[in-house]
């Protein structure tokens, strides 16, 4: 059972200048909620019952707006912070929750990342974990000419469908060097074990400490599969992809006029 989950929050937002030079991204809001709370929202609905929000000094924001229990449907989440005081990448952010997580699997959530599905997202990666002991890496088909962008999946020669064994994870890959087109899309169960590889993984891609490095190491131990994620997914740490996810929310919850947004987008 996966009950905890950990969402890095602390990134500079070099991407989304200049709103970012004050003002932390995870909060800035698609219509009325920040992003943040979609995905908090996700990680609840998902059956998650403690979540860690790794944060740094400059985004007490976060603190402030979600302290430290969120009611979902009628269920208290418990949400906890973890520091990480300087960039160094996403595997640096993970480690930072070592003392935090215990002895068991537990899920992480990217924010740039989100989807709108039947079945949320981070729930389908859970359900594959009880069948598939390990690693389990939500994916989503790219054009590899955007492999650089990602960390690409290698999958074992011969595996088919939904759920791939890996023989590898490579981050940031040039398009002629990525292994396929199955780019890793912010959603891991992760096991314990990641840890020991991230104290003493070395800087790699953009010369930061990468989380797909640890996963690619921990592999001599700890079998790896990838999972095509069922749903739309939105980039909102580009700009056009916040604007496609505003648009959608705002032609999807209920707060708004689905009419006259509609009508709106027409004119
Ligand atoms: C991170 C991960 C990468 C993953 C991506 C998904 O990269 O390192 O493996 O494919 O998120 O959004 P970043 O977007 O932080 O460069």
């Keep these: 059972m996966i009950k905890k989950a950990i969402i890095p929050a602390a990134g500079l937002g070099t991407r989304f200048r200049p709103i970012t030079k004050t003002f932390p991204k995870e909060m800035l809001p698609i219509i009325d909620k920040p992003c943040l709370e979609y995905i908090i929202e996700e990680a609840a609905a998902s059956g998650i019952e403690e979540i860690i929000l790794i944060i740094s000094d400059k985004k007490a924001m976060i603190k402030e707006y979600f302290g430290n229990i969120f009611e979902y449907q009628g269920k208290m989440i ?44 981070l729930k389908q990666l859970i359900d594959v974990y009880e ?7 939500g994916t989503i088909a790219i054009d590899k000419s955007d492999s650089n962008k990602y960390g690409i ?12 064994r890996l023989k590898g994870v490579i981050e940031k890959p040039d398009p002629k060097d990525a292994p396929s087109n199955l780019a890793i899309s912010g959603r891991y169960i992760l096991i314990p074990s990641i840890f020991k590889y991230l104290e003493t993984q070395t800087a790699g891609a953009l010369n930061e400490i990468q989380l797909t490095d640890a996963i690619l190491r921990q592999m001599s131990e700890v079998r790896a599969y990838a999972y095509k994620i069922d749903g739309k997914r939105y980039d909102i740490g580009k700009k056009d992809g916040f604007v496609e996810a505003t648009v959608h929310f705002g032609l999807s919850r209920d707060i708004v006029s689905k009419e006259d947004v509609k009508k709106m987008l027409k004119k």
């Design 153 to 164: 999946c290698d999958p074992l020669d011969g595996e088919s469908g939904k759920v791939l």
């Design 78 to 121: 418990r949400i906890g912070y973890a520091y990480q005081e300087e960039q160094k990448g996403l595997g640096h952010a993970v480690l930072m929750t070592k003392d935090l997580i215990g002895n068991n699997a537990f899920a992480c959530l990217l924010g740039d990342d989100m989807f709108v599905s039947k079945t949320p997202a």
């Design 131 to 137: 069948n598939n002991n390990g690693t389990i890496l």
